[in-house]
C-alpha cells in the first residue's frame, strides 16, 4: 500500500465551515466598515484565526492595538461558534463518510490536521469524533499553516512518518504545509488548481483511486 495514513483538513475538506467562516468574518469587517469580499477570503483559508483578522485588517484606515485585535478575534469566534450550533450530521456528504469507512476498512489510519481550535467540536457536531485515529488541531499549535507541525503531530499521533502520508488539503497554505513536512499532498478546491499540489482531485473519494492507495 502506498500511503498507511491519510491526514484531512477539516474547514472546506470534511465539511463546508470554510463558509461558516467566511459568513463570520463578514459580519465583523461589515460592522468595522472593511472593505470584505470572497477574493480576500480566500487567503484566510488554513492560516490562524489571528493571521486571517490580520488580513482582514489589510483594507482598514484605522490602526489597531493588540487587545482590540484579541477582543476583534474574539467577536468574529463568537459568531462563527454561533453558527456551528446549527451543524449536524447532515452537514457531512456520503462521499467523505463512505471515503473514512473504506480507508479504515483497508486498515489506513485517518488523522484531522486543522489549524481551528473549534474542530473537536466540530467532529462532535458532525458525528465524526470516533472516525479518526488521532486529531492535530489548533489547540497549543506554536506555528499555523504553512508550517507543517500540524501535519508533524498528525503523522506523529498515528505512528507514521511524513513519507508515508497523504495530507488532503482545500488551501494553498495546507498544501505549502505538506510540502514542507515532506508528506503527499492532494488538493481539492481551490487547491485542486495549486500547482504545488501532488495530486488534484474533484471530491474526497478521489483519493482511493489514487494507486495504490
Ligand atoms: C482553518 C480555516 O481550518 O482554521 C481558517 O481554514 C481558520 O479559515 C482557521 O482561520 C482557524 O480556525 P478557528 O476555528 O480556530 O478560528
Ligand atoms: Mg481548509
Given at each position: 500500500?502506498?500511503?498507511k495514513g491519510?491526514?484531512?483538513?477539516?474547514?472546506?475538506?470534511?465539511?463546508?465551515?470554510d463558509?461558516?467562516?467566511y459568513l463570520?468574518w463578514?459580519?465583523?469587517?461589515?460592522r468595522?466598515?472593511?472593505y470584505f469580499?470572497?477574493?480576500?477570503?480566500?487567503?484566510m483559508?488554513g492560516v490562524s484565526r489571528?493571521d486571517?483578522?490580520?488580513?482582514?485588517?489589510?483594507k482598514?484606515?484605522?490602526?489597531?492595538?493588540?487587545?482590540?485585535?484579541?477582543?476583534?478575534?474574539a467577536?468574529k469566534?463568537?459568531?462563527?461558534?454561533?453558527?456551528?450550533?446549527?451543524?449536524?450530521?447532515k452537514?457531512?456528504?456520503?462521499?467523505v463518510?463512505?471515503t473514512?469507512?473504506?480507508l479504515r476498512e483497508?486498515?489506513?489510519?485517518?488523522a484531522?490536521g486543522s489549524?481551528?481550535?473549534?474542530?473537536?467540536a466540530?467532529?462532535?457536531?458532525?458525528?465524526l469524533e470516533e472516525?479518526?485515529?488521532a486529531v492535530?488541531d489548533?489547540?497549543?499549535?506554536?506555528?499555523?499553516?504553512?508550517?507543517?507541525?500540524?501535519f508533524l503531530?498528525?503523522?506523529?499521533?498515528?505512528?507514521l512518518?511524513?513519507?508515508?502520508?497523504?495530507?488532503?488539503?482545500?488551501?494553498?497554505a495546507?498544501i505549502?504545509?505538506?510540502?514542507a513536512?515532506?508528506?503527499?499532498?492532494?488538493g481539492?478546491?481551490?487547491?485542486?488548481g495549486?500547482d504545488?499540489?501532488?495530486y488534484?482531485?474533484?471530491?474526497?473519494?478521489?483519493?482511493?483511486?489514487?494507486?495504490?492507495?
Open positions: 500500500m502506498k500511503y491519510v491526514i484531512f483538513d477539516l474547514d472546506g475538506v470534511i465539511c463546508f465551515t463558509e461558516l467562516h463570520a463578514k459580519a465583523l469587517a461589515d468595522l466598515n472593511i469580499d470572497r477574493e480576500i477570503n480566500q487567503r483559508r489571528m486571517s483578522l490580520n488580513i482582514l485588517l489589510e482598514s484606515d484605522v490602526e489597531y492595538s493588540e487587545v482590540q485585535k484579541e477582543a476583534f478575534a467577536e469566534n463568537a459568531i462563527y461558534a454561533d453558527s456551528l450550533r446549527k451543524m449536524s450530521e452537514d457531512v456528504s456520503d462521499d463518510r463512505q473514512l469507512k473504506t483497508k486498515g489506513v489510519k485517518i484531522l489549524s481551528s481550535k473549534n474542530a473537536q466540530i467532529l462532535e457536531r458532525i458525528g472516525m479518526f485515529d492535530s489548533g489547540n497549543g499549535l506554536e506555528k499555523f499553516k504553512p508550517d507543517p507541525e500540524v503531530k498528525a503523522a506523529e499521533k498515528l505512528g512518518e511524513p513519507k508515508d502520508c497523504l495530507v488532503v488539503e482545500d488551501a494553498v495546507g505549502d504545509a505538506g510540502v513536512g515532506g508528506f503527499a499532498t492532494a481539492i478546491g481551490p487547491a485542486a495549486y504545488k499540489a501532488g488534484k482531485i474533484e471530491k474526497v473519494s478521489d483519493i482511493l483511486k489514487i494507486s495504490d492507495l
